[in-house]
Every structure is written in structure tokens, then in C-alpha cells.
């Protein structure tokens, strides 16, 4: 059950399907002790555990690249990645100082009459609250262990050409978005997807393409953007309280079901609900994540060169935890784009009620979001974890292993990560509510009764996800999730020239003092 950690053993087999695709065993639960009294949590994973194998196991079929079974989907992101950063000739880097500006307010800025309802920072706090999350927490943490130190290498990597991905998502999000009469705006892979190619003459593909990623949408509301999450959150919770012997241990619904109740009073508000909350929490959440690691990488300051060499020289290592090069890069790759869903189209979502009248402006701010999150935060988890060696102690799994390497710390430290996981579930729960409810609402209509029920099913899988196994929640999360970047990427390389044409004529603009700085007090 989700309050028990994995044992050493059998936590390389729980996470198989990082490496293969492969499904999990039911047989592991049908050969467990009879004796014990079968919990509620337990009926939980025995309904849900070989839905989300399956589905893992569909989703990541591989070809076996050097002995190593290479999933066809992380290449699919990858390759989609090198795409967007050579053809707009690395706006990841040339790009970087301009969005930063743009975040800031010295560019691009909005009048009573600008179409949007949220700012430049309060829409790339929402997108990063859904994208900061347990990812650069327990994901980290399951790279690492799976991969070795070498993992970290490719992470970083992905992060920095999934900011090109970025880049070209949230242009589109924003450019092809819809006012609705009530101010109300909707946006995402949905519509550039659907409005993009019917401008190219492929309508019927862009529906159909528009559709399937909707559906998708809002099952990887459920799944990555919310059971990973109540999960983990609960998982710290007993790490903090006693392990095993926890008064929560067993006990996951209930976690869930208090999370569900502090989830449900936000998202209930809409966007601008929900932009307030993240445009407070994230700033928060990072400082005291981020400050809590800083400590625990002073205290090991002497650890970092060599930890720093481990990263290096294990990225490009034969002898690798996970196969080798192939399957540490793998391990890598899929973590980082787990963490900032470049390619997966929905940092879109949340950038597309911006207020501005430039599209390309919120592509250079969206950019920003993988930078943060995986080159910033995870790297940071990952040195914290191999300085400390938490990664070498068997017998735990994701947020477990960061936790131990908080204790090193203190014992007390861990509470400080408690409140840090609490925070990151919590803001990137309610920000995939809102995107699972953007995509409830392109595929029903306006329908507030259709609407209020997915809420009221989001809500439900919160618990269902403090009640399953970590294995499970990761097969059925990252199934969903990955699943998106079919239609979404396919739809990116079709209008990459539209974004080419929004790019060129900004700075255009910019070269000919169209696009000023802002005065001070404007």
C-alpha cells in the first residue's frame, strides 16, 4: 500500500516500466501475506494497478537500442525538442534575457483594452505551479535511483532544448485563442490545433487531432497532475509522522480526502482564483525549497566537485545503473519532461488568457519555465540527493529518498520538506484542475453541469492517488501524460512557420521602436 516503502528488491521491479515499458506484475499482490487484514487502500490498488500497467505498457513499447529498450515516445519529445531549438536558432538561449524582461513588465504592456485576463508573471506562475511539482521532488529521485548520478546530465539537457518546445507551445496558445463574450478566455493545443492546420487547409485533422488531445487532457489531469501528486504528498507525510509505524500508515484516503477539500475551495474560483493563489504559493514554495536545499548543499559543500564529476562522467558511463549511456540518457530525458512538459502542450493552457496583444511575447515567457524547473530545481534535488548518498540507501522510493537526504540535515529538517511537498502537490493540483476543466470544456461545450462533474471527479481520483502504490500512480501518470504529445507535436511541426512569421515581425518591431520599454510608472 502507498503507505509502506517499496523493499530494495522490489523497488527495481515496481519501476520496470521506466526501462521497458513493460507492465506490472498483479502477481506481487495476489502472493502478498493473507494473514494482514485488507486495507481500503489495498481494494484501491487491486481495482486501478492493472489499468494503469496496461496503459504503461502501451504507451511506452520500445525498440531495444544497444541491449536497452528505448521507449518510442521519449524519442518522439526529444527529437521534437532538437526540432524547435535549431529552427528558431536557439531562442532558448537568445531569447532567455528578452522573456525575463517581459516577466518583469519593461516590455509589451497591456492597456484596459488588451485582450487577456491575467499578467505576464501571473500566468507564468500558474504554468510553473503546474509544472514545479513532485516531478523535481520524487521524480528526481526515481531518475537517480534508477539511473545513477549520470541521469542528472540528461535532465538538464532536456530541460534546456524542452525551452524551445515552450517557446513554440505558448505563441500558439496564445495566438489562436478565444475570447468568449464573458471575458472569459480558452486556450491551448486544443484550438491552434484545431484553427492552426483549418488555416493550412487541414481541418478535418485539426479536429480530429484537437479531440484526441483534449481527451487526453483529462485523463493526465487525473493521473500526473493529481494522483502523482496526493500521492507523494501523503507518502512525505507518513516519512515525517514514522515510516511504518505512522498513524497514517494505511491510511491514504483520508490524507486524500483533505486534500481534495483544500483543492475543491480554490478551483471553484476559475483562472483568476487560481492565478492569485499560484501567483502567492509559487514564490513561497520556492524560496523554502530551494533555501532548504541551498543548507543542505553548504553543509556538503566538500561533496559537490565530486558529485559534479559523478553527474558527468555517469551520463557517459557503460556501466550505468539503468543499461548504460542509452538507459541513463532514458531515465534522464523522460524524468525532465515528466517535470516540465515541454511537448506535452499544457503550459499552453494556462499561458493563453495573458493579457497582450503579441502571442510571440508569452512564447518568450513560457521559455522560462523549463529553466526553472528542471535546470534550476531539479538540478538542485539532484546534487542534494547524490551529495548525501540518500540514493544508495535501499529499501526506499521517490520522495523517500529526498527525504532522507533532508535528515541529514536534522531530523526536524524533514518537516521543512513536508511543507514543501504540501505546497507543490497542492498548487499543481489546482492548476491541472483548471486545464482538465479547458479541456472538458472545448469537448462538451460551455456546460457548467459537465463542468462541475469533472470537478467533482478530480477531486475523487485526489484520493484514489493517496491510496495506490507509487508504481501504479507512475504507470497511469506518465501514460496520460506522454499520450498528449502525439497530436501536440505533430500539430508544432505543421505550424512552426506561423510561429516563424509572429517571431520575425516582433522583432521587426522591436528594431524599429514599435515595441518600447516601459517608463517607470507606466
Known amino acids: 500500500?502507498?503507505?509502506?516503502?517499496?523493499?530494495?528488491?522490489?523497488?527495481?521491479?515496481?519501476f520496470l516500466p521506466f526501462l521497458s515499458g513493460a507492465a506490472l506484475s498483479s502477481a506481487a499482490l495476489a502472493s502478498a501475506p493473507t494473514t494482514d487484514p485488507v486495507s481500503f487502500d489495498d481494494r484501491i490498488n487491486a481495482v486501478v494497478t492493472p489499468v494503469s500497467s496496461f496503459l504503461s505498457g502501451v504507451v511506452f513499447a520500445s525498440l531495444p537500442v544497444g541491449g536497452v529498450p528505448v521507449p518510442l515516445i521519449v524519442v518522439w519529445l526529444l527529437v521534437a525538442a532538437i526540432v524547435c531549438t535549431v529552427a528558431f536558432r536557439f531562442v532558448n538561449l537568445t531569447g532567455f534575457w528578452?522573456?525575463?524582461?517581459?516577466?518583469?513588465?519593461?516590455?509589451?504592456?497591456?492597456?484596459?483594452?488588451?485582450?487577456?485576463?491575467?499578467?505576464?508573471?501571473?500566468?507564468?506562475?500558474?504554468?510553473?505551479?503546474?509544472?514545479?511539482?513532485?516531478?523535481?521532488?520524487?521524480?528526481?529521485?526515481?531518475?537517480?535511483?534508477?539511473?545513477?548520478?549520470?541521469?542528472t546530465f540528461w535532465m538538464i539537457l532536456a530541460g534546456l532544448l524542452g525551452m524551445s518546445t515552450k517557446f513554440v507551445e505558448c505563441t500558439l496558445g496564445v495566438k489562436y485563442r478565444q475570447i468568449q463574450p464573458d471575458g472569459r478566455v480558452d486556450g491551448g493545443p486544443m484550438f491552434y490545433l484545431r484553427d492552426g492546420l483549418a488555416e493550412l487547409g487541414r481541418a478535418r485533422l485539426g479536429r480530429v487531432m484537437a479531440s484526441v488531445f483534449a481527451v487526453c487532457m483529462v485523463f493526465a489531469s487525473l493521473g500526473g497532475g493529481n494522483m502523482f501528486q496526493s500521492n507523494q504528498a501523503f507518502q512525505q507525510l507518513v516519512n515525517a509522522t514514522g515510516g511504518a509505524t505512522s498513524p497514517l500508515a494505511g491510511n491514504g484516503w483520508m490524507a486524500g480526502l483533505v486534500l481534495a477539500a483544500l483543492v475543491g475551495a480554490v478551483i471553484l474560483g476559475g483562472i483568476r482564483s487560481i492565478a492569485n493563489v499560484t501567483g502567492k504559493l509559487v514564490p513561497l514554495m520556492a524560496v523554502l525549497y530551494v533555501g532548504s536545499v541551498t543548507v543542505i548543499l553548504i553543509l556538503n559543500a566538500s561533496a559537490i566537485p565530486g558529485a559534479l564529476a559523478a553527474i558527468v562522467q555517469g551520463a557517459f558511463s557503460p556501466q550505468g545503473v539503468a543499461g548504460g549511456v542509452i538507459g541513463v540518457m532514458?531515465?534522464?530525458?523522460?524524468?525532465a519532461t515528466f517535470s516540465n512538459e515541454a511537448g506535452i502542450g499544457t503550459a499552453s493552457i494556462a499561458h493563453s488568457p495573458v493579457k497582450t496583444q503579441r502571442p510571440v511575447t508569452e512564447g518568450f515567457v513560457g521559455l522560462l519555465e523549463p529553466f526553472i524547473d528542471t535546470v534550476v530545481i531539479c538540478t538542485m534535488t539532484?546534487?542534494?540527493?547524490?551529495?548525501?548518498?540518500?540514493?544508495?540507501v535501499s529499501g526506499l522510493d521517490g520522495v523517500g529518498i529526498t527525504d532522507t537526504a533532508f535528515r541529514t540535515v536534522a531530523p526536524w529538517f524533514s518537516w521543512l520538506l513536508t511543507l514543501a511537498v504540501l505546497m507543490f502537490a497542492y498548487s499543481t493540483m489546482i492548476s491541472y484542475a483548471y486545464y482538465g476543466t479547458r479541456a472538458v470544456r472545448y469537448l462538451f461545450g460551455p456546460n457548467e453541469l459537465v463542468t462541475n462533474v469533472f470537478k467533482g471527479v478530480f477531486l475523487l481520483f485526489i484520493v484514489i492517488g493517496a491510496s495506490m502504490d507509487l508504481g501504479a500512480v507512475i504507470d497511469f501518470s506518465d501514460a496520460m501524460l506522454f499520450t498528449m504529445s502525439i497530436p501536440n507535436i505533430i500539430g508544432l511541426y505543421l505550424l512552426i512557420p506561423v510561429v516563424k512569421r509572429e517571431l520575425a515581425n516582433y522583432r521587426a518591431d522591436l528594431q524599429a521602436g514599435r515595441v518600447r520599454p516601459a517608463t517607470p510608472g507606466q
Do not use: C, E, K
Open 98 to 151: 528578452h522573456a525575463i524582461q517581459i516577466v518583469r513588465g519593461r516590455f509589451d504592456t497591456p492597456t484596459a483594452d488588451t485582450p487577456g485576463t491575467i499578467t505576464h508573471f501571473q500566468a507564468l506562475s500558474t504554468a510553473v505551479s503546474g509544472t514545479v511539482g513532485l516531478g523535481n521532488i520524487a521524480g528526481v529521485a526515481v531518475a537517480i535511483s534508477l539511473g545513477g548520478p549520470g541521469a
Open 330 to 335: 532514458i531515465q534522464g530525458i523522460r524524468r
Open 382 to 392: 539532484a546534487l542534494a540527493i547524490v551529495v548525501t548518498g540518500s540514493y544508495t
Open 1 to 14: 500500500m502507498s503507505a509502506t516503502l517499496f523493499p530494495s528488491a522490489g523497488r527495481r521491479a515496481a
